[in-house]
Nanobody, 121 residues
């Protein structure tokens, strides 16, 4: 199994910044993509940003130019730098990892428990 633990959420004023981190641990043979999703109250979970093992990235239109995703493959860690935060960024942010636990196993999606980001004055 693969465990994902997020950190870095909290309360921030509009225009402020936060940096989220997610560490993957457990029986990891390989990790393909890592990413961040978010779910606001009353809304469905949505993609925020994703990064491949090689460093290719994809962002939701709503966060382009404000958020930056990065990863440390040696540490199985993914980061999300969030700048110019807006109240509509308020949500629970979930880390996702597409990983496999052995040479013979297929890749599966794993999720963290989420970290709350609240943008409010």
């Amino acid at each position: 199994q693969v465990q994902l633990v997020e950190s870095g959420g909290g309360l921030v004023q509009p225009g402020g910044s936060l940096r989220l981190a997610c560490v993957a641990s457990g029986s990891i043979f390989g990790i393909n993509t890592m990413g961040w999703y978010r779910q606001a109250p009353g809304k469905e979970r949505e993609l925020v940003a994703v990064i491949t093992h090689g460093g290719n990235t994809n962002y939701a239109d709503s966060v382009k130019g404000r958020f930056t995703i990065s990863r440390d493959n040696a540490e199985n860690t993914v980061y999300l730098q969030m700048n110019s935060l807006k109240p509509e960024d308020t949500a629970v942010y979930y880390c996702n990892s597409n990983a496999r636990t052995s040479f013979r196993s297929g890749y599966m999606d794993y999720w963290g428990e989420g970290t709350l980001v609240t943008v409010s004055s």
